[in-house]
């Protein structure tokens, strides 16, 4: 099958430090350019990576007949422009999580990508690792009985003013960054969405009230996920999942180390002694080398796209609903706020 010859807006250091790497050892990509509004930045970051091309502007890259597929890492308000503008320009799409600033935008790029009809998705490495294909597949098979909760948290501790987490206007703050990590995890491994959500936020009035810490719960069909992201705890992240009879963890369930036997832990419940406790190994692996050749053989026709812009926007309204739920003090239903959108539910 052919490589596709990938871009890269931006020298993000997701990009530069994991996903450009990752794509350089996958099977079925090839980068062979990356983009700068300071061309400078771009021809250094195009020769630590090992690139060909290197790019003074985004519009210059775009105009490039030799890329097939933009990979986009630009700040949380940039996605959904530049993906729009990339999808225009006739390259496939892959576009960091969280997909856009809100429910309207993802909307907005879904009729870009069905009117241009490139192949589109969010960059949610996670859906791509097999410790969470193996979770889901737990779960499913009535390992720890029936699912009724999951716990979570996912934080760090970061206060540089002009770090782009900190600066609200670009979709800053800690759920956009992370919170939408247990959000993800809780609807994959339920297998359901939220009916409703209830939050509390946090903000910081030094960083133009961006959300420093905030605690929710989603109501599922079948359970309750509770979960909390910060931008000002130590780091440190967890996923639980409880059942009526036994509980799986993943040990580090976000940013799983690559190259790395990755651990799941499987406890029955017989007792608080962990007599029931065993652990699970999965092979060392790289998530965005898995997530890359993913991606590629959608492009190629060979598979689906590993997180679809319909799972994006499904993704986008629960993190739509915890916003507003902490400005209203009420539940809050995600399918609502699609309804009020215009999305067909």
């Not at 996670?126 to 979570?152: F, K, Y």
């Not at 339920?190 to 960083?207: H, K, L, N, Y």
């Not at 989603?218 to 910060?230: A, D, N, R, V």
Request: charged residues 20%; aromatic residues 6%.
């Amino acid at each position: 099958m052919k490589k596709v010859r990938w871009g890269v807006l931006g020298v993000a250091r997701i990009a530069v430090n994991r996903v450009i790497p990752a794509m350089k050892n996958a099977e079925l990509c090839e980068v062979v350019g990356i983009a700068s509004r300071d061309l400078v930045r771009a021809q250094a970051a195009a020769r630590d990576c090992g690139i060909p091309k290197a790019y003074g502007s985004y519009e210059e890259l775009l105009a490039d007949p030799e890329i097939d597929a933009v990979y986009n890492p630009l700040p949380n308000h940039l996605h959904v422009p530049w993906s729009i503008r990339a999808a225009e320009a006739g390259k496939h799409v892959l576009c960091e999580k969280p997909i856009g600033m809100n429910v309207a935008e993802t909307l907005q790029l879904i009729a870009v990508r069905d009117r241009t009809g490139v192949v589109m998705g969010e960059g949610f490495m996670i859906q791509a690792h097999p410790q969470w294909q193996r979770i889901t597949e737990l779960v499913r098979s009535g390992r720890i009985g029936r699912l009724h909760s999951a716990v979570g948290t996912f934080s760090y501790f970061k206060l540089e003013p002009d770090n782009i987490r900190n600066i609200r206007e670009y979709g800053g703050g800690g759920l956009m960054d992370i919170g939408c990590y247990p959000i993800k995890t809780s609807r994959m491994v339920f297998g359901e969405e939220p009916v409703r959500v209830s939050a509390a936020i946090t903000r910081d009035p030094r960083f133009g009230n961006i959300d420093m810490l905030t605690s929710a719960i989603l109501e599922y069909p079948s359970g309750h996920c509770i979960f909390t992201s910060s931008t000002q705890i130590m780091l440190q992240q967890s996923m639980c999942f409880y059942g009526t009879e036994g509980r799986i963890q993943p040990e580090i369930p976000f940013n799983a180390a690559i190259g790395r036997v990755a651990r799941i832990h499987i406890d029955d419940g017989r007792d608080l002694e962990g007599g029931g406790a065993v652990v699970e190994e999965i092979a060392p692996c790289d998530q965005y080398v898995l997530q890359g050749d993913a991606f590629a053989r959608a492009i190629r026709g060979d598979g689906a796209v590993p997180v679809p812009l319909e799972d994006a926007l499904l993704n986008m309204a629960v993190i739509d609903a915890v916003f507003r739920s902490a400005e209203t003090g009420s539940w809050e239903q995600p399918a609502e706020l699609l309804r009020a959108a215009g999305a067909a539910v």
